[in-house]
């Protein structure tokens, strides 16, 4: 997901642009906003987290971008990518270095393993979606 603070910055074709380089294949793609609601459910395994409710009011703040992508080793590959979650340590080149403002507004997230990859884009994209 390119997060709301990436898009409305304008970094969603530089974003696009890297993942592409780094030889993701977009299988699927959308802008659109989400609900607050929407976004409590997809961060549900966050919900005793101090800063749920702070995350949730900013996910639907404004519209994102969700994406499925594939490659071998997507998952690392794109954890890589990104960088830490908080881009004051993440490293020089990632995503998150070059474009994240903060731990919250952190420009996108990418799932952290096979299983919550299913269930996150089972969340966002119907069967059909996924060419
Ligand atoms: P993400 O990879 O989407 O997973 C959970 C999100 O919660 C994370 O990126 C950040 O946007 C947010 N987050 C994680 N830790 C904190 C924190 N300490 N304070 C505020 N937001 C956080």
Redesign the pocket.
């Known amino acids: 997901i390119i ?1 709301p603070d990436a898009v409305r910055k304008g970094h969603t074709g530089a974003i696009l642009s890297q993942i592409d380089q780094a030889g993701f294949r977009i299988v699927a793609i959308k802008r659109q906003s989400i609900s607050k609601s929407e976004a409590e459910g997809f ?1 549900y395994v ?1 919900r005793e987290r101090p ?1 749920f409710n ?2 949730c009011a900013f996910m639907s703040s404004g519209p994102l971008v969700l994406m499925v992508l594939e490659k071998d080793s997507a998952i690392a590959d794109l954890r890589k990518l990104m960088g830490a ?1 908080n881009p004051a340590s993440a490293e020089e080149g990632t995503i998150r270095k070059k474009f994240a403002g903060s ?4 420009a996108i ?2 799932s952290d393993g096979e299983d919550t990859a299913a269930v996150e884009i089972g969340y966002w994209f119907a069967g059909y979606e996924l060419i």
């Open positions: 997060k961060y966050h800063f702070d995350l979650t731990i919250q507004e952190n997230h990418g």
